[in-house]
């Protein structure tokens, strides 16, 4: 209970400091949308965890409200970005935390999930989610020494 308790006050303190931050510099609309885009493709792909709820919080505030003012830097390079990001999920994902004790058997489904959603962004085509999937796709690869290969 206290685990899940955390999880959902963790979370929660994320989305509202990253909404305050975005709301104080006028981006509040692309600070959401990050925060949307990294959440959805997190949920599905997985991907490792930083080794404490602090940092997590820090670097995942840091992120979500860095995203919307660096778009500009990408937009030469929007293709590449997707299409790196669409690989790490056809690669890597899902990566399930231990903890979530995701059945083997959704595995498929989940990848399935994680693919689509990345090549959605080739019809979207906003740099916001494009950068959210790039930096959520970043904590999915692992060395794979370090991954389950049952």
Known sequence: MH??????LNTLLVIITSLCIGGLTG??????LALFSFILLRVSS???H???ARSCNIVSIFICSLIPHITYLIHNHFIWI??????VMI????NPDANAQV??????????????????????HSP????????QSFTVIIPLQRRSLK
């Open 3 to 8: 685990y899940a308790l955390s999880i959902i």
């Open 27 to 32: 981006q509040l609309k692309e600070t959401f």
């Open 46 to 48: 997985g991907g490792v």
């Open 50 to 52: 930083l080794k404490s």
């Open 82 to 87: 997707n299409l790196f990001s669409l690989l």
């Open 91 to 94: 690669l890597f994902a899902p």
């Open 103 to 124: 059945p083997k058997e959704w595995y498929l489904g989940l990848k399935i999930i994680s693919i689509t959603l990345v090549a959605l962004n080739f019809w979207i």
């Open 128 to 135: 916001v989610i494009g950068l959210a999937f790039l930096f």
